[in-house]
C-alpha cells in the first residue's frame, strides 16, 4: 500500500488522497467501450505497466477518497468500497475486510468523528462504501457527525432501481439508503455552491447525475473529478467510455468540454482511479483529444 502523498495545498485549503486498494481489474478490452485493439496496441508501451497489467492485460485502477480541509470544514470526497458487504456479482469488492482505508485516514490526523460533509461524486459502489459500517448487524453512519450530500436526481434513479431490482444495486440498500434512513443526508442539484471556494459540476454521463467538485475561484485550483475519466486513454481518446456508463456518448460529451476548458490552465484534476499519483493537467491537444501530465 502506498505511503502517504504530499497533499496539495491552496492558500488555505489542503487535499490528501486516502487510498483504499489498488488492484487489476478487468480486461482492457472488456473494461472499456470503444476501445479498438489498434488503440490499444499503439498505446500498451505507455500504459503498461501503471495502467494495464503487463501479464494478464487487465486495467489497473486506484481505489481512493479525496480529503479536503479548509479553515471551516473537513469534507470527504467519495467514500471507496468499505468492509463487510456482500457483493455476490463483484468478486474483488465481496465482503473486505481491509484496514488500509481507515489507517490512512488515521495518519491524516483525524478519526471518522472528524469529517464534517460526506460528499458522493455519483452512487456507484466503489464510491459510497463507507459511507456505513456494520453495527450488531445494522449499517450505520460511519461518519457520525457528517452531513451526507447526494444528487437528488442520483438519489431518485438509483432508490428506483433499489424498488425495482435489488440484486442488481446491492450497495445503494447497505451504504446509501441506511444514510437516508438516519436523516443524515442532504439532497442537492449537481450545480451546488456551497461557498465562494468550493461547489458542484455537473459532469453527467457516467451516472445519470455524476458531479465533480470544484475547489477554489472561477478557474479552480482544483477540481475532484470522480469517474468522469477512468484511465488516461480517455483523455487521449475522450469518446472512449467503460462498461458501466449510464450513458457513454454524454460521458464523452462532458470529458471533451472539461478537458478544453482546463487547457492551458494551471488547474489540478484529481482522479479518482488513476494510478498514484493521480493528479493531472491537461497540457494540450493531441488528434481528436487532449494531452496530459502529472500535476
Ligand atoms: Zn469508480
Known sequence: MAALREPLVFGDTRVDCIVELVKDYYPAMEFFRGLTPEILDEHRHWLEPDFIHPG???????FQSYLVRTPRHTILVDSCIGNDKPRPTRQMFHMLKLDAWQ???????????????VMCTHLHVDHVGWNTRLENGRWVP????????FSGKELDFWSERERQAPETCPWITDS????????????????HA?????RLTPTPGHTIDHFSVELGGMEPDAII???MVHSPIQVLYPEIGMFSDFDSKQAGETRHALFSRLLGTPTKLCTAHFAEPSVIRIT????????????
Open 194 to 198: 456551497f461557498d465562494d471556494h468550493m
Open 56 to 62: 494478464n492485460g487487465n486495467v489497473i485502477l486506484t
Open 225 to 227: 473529478g470522480g469517474d
Open 142 to 149: 460511519t461518519f457520525p457527525n457528517a452531513r451526507y450530500i
Open 103 to 117: 489507517r490512512n485516514l488515521a495518519a491524516l490526523g483525524l478519526t471518522v468523528a472528524d469529517i464534517d460533509f
Open 176 to 191: 446509501v439508503l441506511p444514510v437516508v434512513a438516519a436523516g443524515c443526508h442532504q439532497c442537492v442539484t449537481s450545480d
Open 284 to 295: 494540450g491537444e493531441k488528434g481528436g483529444g487532449y494531452d496530459w501530465a502529472y500535476a
